[in-house]
């Protein structure tokens, strides 16, 4: 069985889209495709006009520098660095300068209420306060694209509805968002749902 097969879809700037479905049917394939981190074995892959997933690695690694944006379940933070430095690393590695780095970092740390938590390390931080240290590093490099790999997972219900509420306001500023997820919630809160099954997309039918 393919992981993902004959999928069409569209997703727009401006909108928050969930991709849900039970565990093993190809929503973390679909956002991996989606991301650059797999090539199909057939089928195209666009991102803003440009075909993506016949580029070069290094042409690859400079879409996802620029204009993609991931975030994870397992956050994928450095614990020995700051808050400030994580959400810093995705901007300087798209070529901002340092100044540039930690204006936008200060910035998105007070956007996703982190403003007096720049210091710390991440291991000082609790489960929900990661996750929204992992959105702002997501944005640092001003994605067109966020793609997010069930972020609520691991979070409790007052850090979930926190992530929703940024998420929503990312969609709404004109950036799109694509939450893969088994949180109902989650897709309560999309403007759009795609329901994973066996590989192919369908429109959304009811719960997972």
Known sequence: MR????????IWAGEMVAVMGPSGCGKSSLLHLFGG????????VWLNGER???LSEGDLARVR??????VFQSFHLLDELSVARNVEIPALLAGCGPREARRRASWLLER???ADRTRHRI?????GQRQ???IARALSNAPAVVLADEPTGSLDSAATLEVLRIFAALAAAGQAVVVVTHDERVGAA??????MRDGRAEPWAGSC
């Open 65 to 70: 520098r620029t204009s993609l944006g991931f």
């Open 112 to 114: 996703v209420g982190l």
């Open 190 to 195: 999309a403007d759009r749902v795609i329901r």
């Open 52 to 54: 993506i997933d016949e």
């Open 132 to 134: 929204r240290v992992a």
């Open 123 to 127: 291991s000082e931080l609790s489960g």
């Open 3 to 10: 992981a993902v097969d004959a999928v069409d879809l569209d």
């Open 37 to 44: 981190l797999e090539r199909p074995t057939s089928g195209q």
